[in-house]
């Protein structure tokens, strides 16, 4: 079965449910209906939340499991409660070590210099 689509293939609008169908009788039950918020997740959020649960919320087990820093997690982990319309509450005491962190991934060639700039630009607006 398809995963399904989070936004419209026309004008990237949105999607809303507004049909239901039974796989074993055929009946379809026809309506507006919500979609999950986890549904609206991209897909790499979906995945971070997959690996978050399986190592039962454990940030020194995702950083064994993903091979990536505590502050890399805890800023992946705001961006999905943010993705999921929460206030997410700046950490001004962690900003020295994620722009630490931003400036060795760069270094290691796992982003590039626009991208750094970016997230070195998002640093300075929550302090």
Not at 70 to 83: N, P
Request: contains cysteine.
């Amino acid at each position: 079965m398809s995963i399904v689509p989070r936004k419209c293939p026309s004008c990237s609008a949105p999607l809303v449910v507004t049909q239901l169908s039974c796989t074993r009788c055929e009946t379809n039950v026809v309506g507006l209906y919500e979609i999950n918020p986890f549904l609206r997740l991209s897909n790499e959020s979906l995945h971070f939340l997959e690996s978050f649960i399986r190592n039962r919320g454990n940030v020194k087990e995702m950083e064994r499991a993903t091979d990536e820093s505590y502050w890399i997690i805890r800023r992946r982990l705001d961006e999905v409660i943010a993705e999921l319309g929460f206030e997410v509450e700046p950490d001004p005491e962690g900003l020295p070590v994620r722009r630490q962190e931003i400036l060795t991934r760069l270094s290691r060639a796992e982003i590039d210099v626009p991208e750094a700039t970016r997230l070195l630009n998002q640093l300075g607006e929550q302090a």
